[in-house]
């Protein structure tokens, strides 16, 4: 089993950078992919990012691209999501995934593990 806590979240301007943090912790040495996946009021859950842990090949939604950056500390065993230039439309719950299971990770959606959430508020 895998636990994930996200932390990091709060309200900002649009132009403001926030660093969204997911602590893994239980089997994390069986995590394949991460990613961050967000939802917004009345939206389905979106991709953001995600990468395969052994491999380091980051994938990113367009929308999102150029300004948000995923990384880790193996240390820590934390995952990361840099965000620049926060615009209203990003705001959002933004969840943290886990899966085991070896494969393409660019557009794998379903994860076995998720984090709570943080919330993410970018006002205009």
């Known amino acids: 089993q895998v636990q994930l806590v996200e932390s990091g979240g709060g309200l900002v301007q649009a132009g403001d950078s926030l660093r969204l943090s997911c602590a893994a912790s239980?089997?994390?040495?069986?995590?394949?992919?991460m990613g961050w996946f967000r939802q917004a009021p009345g939206k389905e859950r979106e991709f953001v990012a995600a990468?395969?842990?052994?491999?380091?090949?980051?994938y990113y939604a367009d929308s999102v691209k150029g300004r948000f950056t995923i990384s880790r500390d193996n240390a820590k065993n934390t995952v990361y999501l840099q965000m620049n230039s926060l615009k209203p439309e990003d705001t959002a719950v933004y969840y943290c995934?886990?899966?085991?299971?070896?494969?393409?990770?660019?557009?794998?959606?379903?994860?076995?593990?998720w984090g709570q959430g943080t919330q993410v508020t970018v006002s205009s």
């Open positions: 995934a886990a899966d085991p299971r070896p494969g393409p990770v660019r557009y794998r959606r379903e994860y076995d593990y």
């Open positions: 990468f395969n842990w052994s491999g380091g090949i980051i």
């Open positions: 239980g089997r994390t040495f069986s995590i394949y992919a």
